[in-house]
């Protein structure tokens, strides 16, 4: 009974140390890797201006500089002085689109390797008019001109009344190929709209059918 006692406690020893054998050492653990540099980032600024007629380059306040090659658009207005910035761009070429009203819009590409500097010069848009006569046709045929008549222009969302002769007019920096549209109101009338093409000083007569 005694050896088989001694033997069993043999051979648990001995699984205990095979045990203990194949237990693997514990390893120190493995660095994190380090954190990759953040790309560099730089500002893009400049003057947005127009030139006078004596040639003077005259800041533009209020001019809308975007940048227009993003998902999530970037865009910024100038100050008074003309002067737009805007920082945290990467390295590589971007569009710019600037727009303010009564002027043509401008698009500039930059390339940016650091902060830049890109001036803009504005074109104002010509100035032109816009009229015409508001008639109604007659059971006889004759075209008659309509007095206090609302005339609508919606690119500026103007309104002025016709007058006496039927005459109205809208003069402002519509710009050449600019589609617009012309509304005409009045009280035992029916109301409409007419879609008019700017092209310099543009004539649109309009007729108004009563109810």
């Known amino acids: 009974m005694k050896r088989l ?4 406690s043999l051979t648990i020893l001995t699984w205990a140390c095979d045990v203990g054998s194949r237990t693997p050492s514990p390893t120190s653990p493995s660095a994190p890797p380090a954190p990759a540099a953040p790309r560099a980032t730089y500002t893009l600024s400049g003057i947005v201006s127009e ?3 004596t040639g003077y380059h ?3 306040e209020g001019a809308r500089v975007e940048e227009i090659n993003l998902h999530l658009p970037v ?7 003309g002067f737009y910035s805007i920082p945290g761009r990467h390295a590589g070429t971007l569009s710019l689109s600037v727009t303010l009203e009564g002027y043509e819009a401008g698009k500039r590409d930059v390339a940016i390797n ?3 500097q890109l001036d803009i010069q504005l074109v104002p848009r010509a100035t032109f008019t816009l009229s015409g006569v508001v008639f109604e046709v007659t059971p006889t045929g004759l075209q008659v001109t309509v007095e206090g008549v609302w005339v609508t222009e919606s690119y500026f ?3 002025v009344w016709t007058d006496r002769n039927g005459f109205y007019s809208f003069r402002g920096p519509f710009g050449t190929g600019l589609n617009d549209s012309i509304g005409v109101s009045k009280e035992g009338y029916e109301s409409g709209w007419r879609d008019v093409t700017i092209n310099g000083d543009t004539r649109l007569d309009v007729q108004i059918v009563r109810r």
Request: hydrophobic share 40%.
């Open 114 to 116: 650091g902060d830049t």
């Open 75 to 81: 865009w910024v207005w100038t100050d008074k002085n």
């Open 5 to 8: 006692s001694v033997a069993v």
């Open 51 to 53: 030139v006078t007629s």
């Open 157 to 159: 969302h103007a309104g």
């Open 58 to 60: 005259r800041p533009v």
